[in-house]
Each structure stands twice: as structure tokens, then as C-alpha cells.
């Protein structure tokens, strides 16, 4: 075996695996690639894992998949790019799949949270470890710190969150030059953008395969944030505009996306079986994902580019510790809604302990964590 032949197969291993096991969003996501991918194997350094977290922060897409594509390129070219991209994402679509066979059929989606339950404390701990190693490489001073913490207090008061990686990203940036007493000469952020494209959209009673992938290929180009602003778009178009689903079918498919393990944009799966079978759940998967592949490849040029300027290097590094402000917010809500009652509590503390001082792997205690709401679920029920 070739040593290309070799990386392909070790991004195909890694990648499926956290497809299968990769539970709690974005923020959790890239806190087990970043145990996998910088502490254990040492395939990236953690000055350029925290660049690409920042980057993929200012893109549109699921974050989470345009960090697996990131990884797969830096490892083994556009060949990795598509490996890793295609076993993260494909685990979790298969999964969505599975479900949305069952909605249609019984019309319910099976129950998840007694696994959620013993799940998502333990995705806490994996976050916060995450967060304790890149905050050691992000924050380089009183600067960089205050940013970081300001844009955790805002983000929990309610401030969007793309307006605080760019805001606070530039008055990093400004301050850092001023600090310099340097000027600012024409060194932009590229702007990624379909500029103009829009799905078209129309009153019909029948499913266009064509229309479909259209939808979801402008939502994979345009869409910032969470699982709810991409319940915000799909309603408008699938909903509002083409009325192919009900808020409550809509409402079930995001649910979904969130519960399951990988990529939330996999509710574009349970969308597409839903409106039209297989062949619907495969257009509308290729559409949503297909610009992440995209503007990964950009950004894998762009972002060296940046850090050997002064200016943008400092734009960078507010992002930078701005993208760590979210995560920690996110983490902060996750882990009120999570930790509920001593075993909550008891799991999440046995977790960041045992990945602090020994080190385990942190799909086992994903593992560990289901097994143990599994168990309570039933004891309790």
C-alpha cells in the first residue's frame, strides 16, 4: 500500500467512526476531530486546527463537515478532501435515512432520550477539553482573552453570533495595528457568496427532483448558524412557498437532525424521503453538503495567505478566539439543558477527568455515556 493509499484509508476509518458516534452539534464535533486529528495524531499543528475553526465559522455551511473536508485535504489532497467529507457525512445520512423510512411508514419518529440522556453530559466534558487545549494556542494576551470572554457574555445575551465573529474579529484587529502603530493596506476577508442565486420556487402539486437539490443547494451556500435558522429557511421554501411539508413534519425532520449522530444538516435527508422517496433524500443531501466541498477548497488557499499578513493575521485571531467565545456559550446552554440531576452531573464530571488525566479516547465515553442513559431509561420507565 502506497503512503497516499495509506492516509486515504486511516480518513476513511476516522471519519466514518465519528460519523456513527459524533453526537451534540458543531462544537462537539470539532472537539473530538480536534482529540483525534491534533492531540492524538498529530496530523495538524493546533495553531492551524484554530485557524480552519475560525475560518469555517465565517462560511456559510455546517462547520463541523467543512472541518472533516479541511482535515481530509490537508492529509491526502482533493482525494482526502472527498473522503473525509463523504464518511462523516454518509454514517449520519444513512441513519437520518433509516428514520425517516419509520416516520413515513408508522408515522412517529422513534424516541431518543433516554440515549440523549446519558449522551450529551459527556459531550459536555469532550467540548470543554476541547476548548481548555485551544484556548492555551488562541489566547496570546489580555487582548485576545477580553475578546474571547466578551463575545461568551453576548452571545449569551442574545447578539448574533455572525455579527460577533466579525465585529469582534475586526476590533481585534484594529487594536492590534493601532497597538502597532501600524496601518491597514487592502487585505480582505474574500467574500464567498453565490451572489443572485436563488432557488426557484413556485405553487405545484407534485415534487420536482430538480427543484428539490435547488433548494437545498442555496441553503448550503447561504446558511449561517444553528438548527433553527435552517428551520427558519427550509419553512419558507418547503412550507410557505412550495407546500411539499407541514410545520409539524418540518418541526419532526429538524428534531431529527438534532438527535442524531453527525452533521445537523442530515434534516435534509429526513426532508427528502419524506417529499420523495430515496431518490429525494439523495438529491437533497448532495445539494446542502456540495458547497461546503467548495469553499473548503478556497479557504485552504486563503487562509495561509492571511496569516502572512499583519493586518489579517490579526483579523484571524479575533475570529479566532470569538469562534472559542461561541463554542463556550453553546456549551454553557448545552450543559444547563444537559446536567439535570446527580447522574447527569456525575457523568460529566467522571468525563473531563478521565479525558484530562488518562487520555481515553473520547468515542468510548460517547459509548459509555448512551449505554448509561440506556440503562437509567429503563430502569426508571
Not at 484509508?9 to 491534533?38: Q, Y
Not at 459531550?123 to 476541547?130: C, E, H, K, M, T
Amino acid at each position: 500500500m502506497t503512503d497516499h493509499s495509506r492516509r486515504l484509508t486511516e480518513l476513511a476509518k476516522l471519519f466514518t467512526r465519528l460519523g456513527f458516534t459524533a453526537f451534540g452539534g458543531p462544537a462537539a464535533h470539532i472537539a473530538m476531530m480536534h482529540d483525534e486529528v491534533v492531540a492524538r495524531r498529530q496530523w495538524l499543528g493546533e495553531q492551524h486546527f484554530l485557524d480552519m475553526v475560525g475560518a469555517v465559522n465565517l462560511i456559510p455551511g455546517p462547520n463541523s463537515t467543512e472541518m472533516a473536508i479541511h482535515v481530509g485535504q490537508e492529509r491526502a489532497g482533493w482525494r482526502g478532501m472527498l473522503v473525509a467529507g463523504l464518511c462523516f457525512i454518509l454514517p449520519a445520512a444513512l441513519i437520518v435515512l433509516a428514520l425517516a423510512w419509520a416516520y413515513v411508514k408508522y408515522g412517529d419518529t422513534p424516541q431518543a432520550t433516554a440515549l440523549l440522556y446519558g449522551v450529551t453530559p459527556v459531550i459536555i466534558a469532550i467540548v470543554l477539553q476541547a476548548l481548555i487545549r485551544l484556548a492555551q494556542t488562541a489566547v496570546r494576551g489580555p487582548l485576545l482573552a477580553t475578546a474571547g470572554v466578551v463575545v461568551f457574555l453576548l452571545y449569551l445575551y442574545g447578539i448574533n453570533e455572525l455579527l460577533l465573529l466579525f465585529g469582534m474579529g475586526a476590533l481585534v484587529a484594529v487594536i492590534t495595528m493601532a497597538q502597532r502603530g501600524l496601518t491597514a493596506r487592502a487585505s480582505l476577508l474574500p467574500l464567498l457568496s453565490l451572489g443572485g442565486f436563488t432557488a426557484a420556487v413556485q405553487e405545484v402539486a407534485s415534487v420536482s427532483l430538480t427543484q428539490l437539490f435547488l433548494v437545498f443547494l442555496k441553503v448550503g451556500a447561504l446558511l449561517y448558524g444553528s438548527g433553527y435558522v435552517l428551520l427558519a429557511f427550509l419553512r419558507n421554501d418547503l412550507v410557505v412557498q412550495l407546500g411539499w411539508l407541514t410545520d409539524q413534519q418540518l418541526l419532526d425532520a429538524v428534531a431529527v437532525g438534532q438527535f442524531t449522530p453527525g452533521p445537523v444538516f442530515t434534516t435534509a435527508t429526513f426532508i427528502g424521503y419524506v417529499v420523495a422517496g430515496v431518490p429525494g433524500a439523495v438529491v437533497a443531501t448532495v445539494g446542502i453538503f456540495l458547497p461546503s466541498f467548495i469553499f473548503v477548497a478556497l479557504l485552504g488557499r486563503i487562509v495561509p495567505a492571511m496569516r502572512r499578513s499583519p493586518w489579517t493575521a490579526a483579523l484571524l485571531d479575533g475570529v479566532n478566539v470569538s469562534a472559542l467565545g461561541l463554542m463556550a456559550g453553546v456549551t454553557w446552554q448545552l450543559g444547563v439543558a444537559a446536567i439535570v440531576d446527580w447522574l447527569t452531573a456525575l457523568l460529566a464530571i467522571g468525563a473531563i477527568v478521565v479525558l484530562l488525566r488518562f487520555k481515553l479516547n473520547s468515542t468510548w465515553l460517547v459509548l459509555v455515556g448512551a449505554i448509561v442513559g440506556l440503562l437509567a431509561g429503563n430502569f426508571f420507565s
